[in-house]
């Protein structure tokens, strides 16, 4: 089945811990992307990787590190969790940045 | 800067009835607009774009760009058609998506 997927699909942690939610994609793309939607479903852009370059930032604290060990895998790690990290994390995929996306089914992070 | 809006948050219809999902954006270069479609317990989806101009699940859109907008509609609304709209906008140059903050549809029978 071809598809943009996330692990886990929930995450509860506690304030202050380390977490990863890993993304992965068999449809080929080589451009690989990280949004937040918060409790509004406001959607917001977080990062994009081409071909495991990082070519978007927007302004993320340096809490989230994206790794991106191949084109097929793009992993968000985040140090130091906040209540404010709560939301729904969803990975995506292109082939180029101009084509269309595919998204994954996202990630609730509950952080207490 | 670049700026999407959906200014209902929460649209609900009959079934049968019309259906506008509004849609404006605020953007100096040349836009291209989408609507994705997130169905309950499933994944964002891409419904349409303009630059396609396809009638997709009898839903259409066109980008007036005197009046900025890219509202979504459809004639007859059905109960499938419930779900949360997302209109975006894509930027040239490192071409991020940006959403509007998302429009529920509920339509009841």
């Known amino acids: 089945d071809t598809a943009v997927s996330q692990t886990p699909k929930y995450l509860v942690t506690q304030m202050g811990n380390d977490k990863s939610i890993k993304c992965e994609q068999n449809?080929?793309?080589?451009?690989m992307y990280w949004y937040k939607q918060d409790s509004k479903k406001f959607l917001k852009i977080m990062f994009s990787?081409?071909?495991?370059?990082?070519?978007i930032n927007e302004t993320v604290p340096n809490r989230f590190s994206p790794k991106s060990p191949d084109k097929a895998h793009l992993n968000l790690h985040i140090n130091s969790l906040e209540l404010g990290d709560s939301a729904v994390y969803f990975c995506?995929?292109?082939?180029?940045?101009?084509?269309?996306?595919?998204f994954g089914p996202g990630t609730r992070l509950t952080v207490l | 800067a670049q700026r999407v809006t959906q200014p209902e948050k929460l649209l609900s219809v009959f079934k049968g009835a019309p259906v506008e999902l509004k849609c404006n954006y605020s953007?100096?270069?040349?836009?291209?607009l989408f609507w994705y479609v997130q169905y309950s317990r499933q994944r964002l989806q891409l419904l349409l774009r303009?630059?396609s101009r396809e009638s997709i699940k009898g839903f259409t859109a066109d980008l007036n760009k005197g009046e900025t907008s890219f509202h979504l509609k459809k004639p007859f609304a059905q109960e499938e058609d419930s779900a949360m709209y997302y209109c975006?906008?894509?930027?040239?140059?490192?071409?991020?998506?940006?959403f509007g903050t998302g429009t529920r549809l509920l339509v009841s029978p």
């Open positions: 995506a995929s292109s082939q180029g940045s101009g084509s269309e996306q595919f």
């Open positions: 449809l080929g793309h080589d451009t």
């Open positions: 990787y081409n071909n495991k370059e990082l070519i």
């Open positions: 953007y100096s270069g040349s836009p291209e």
């Open positions: 303009h630059i």
């Open positions: 975006a906008l894509r930027t040239t140059g490192f071409q991020k998506l940006v």
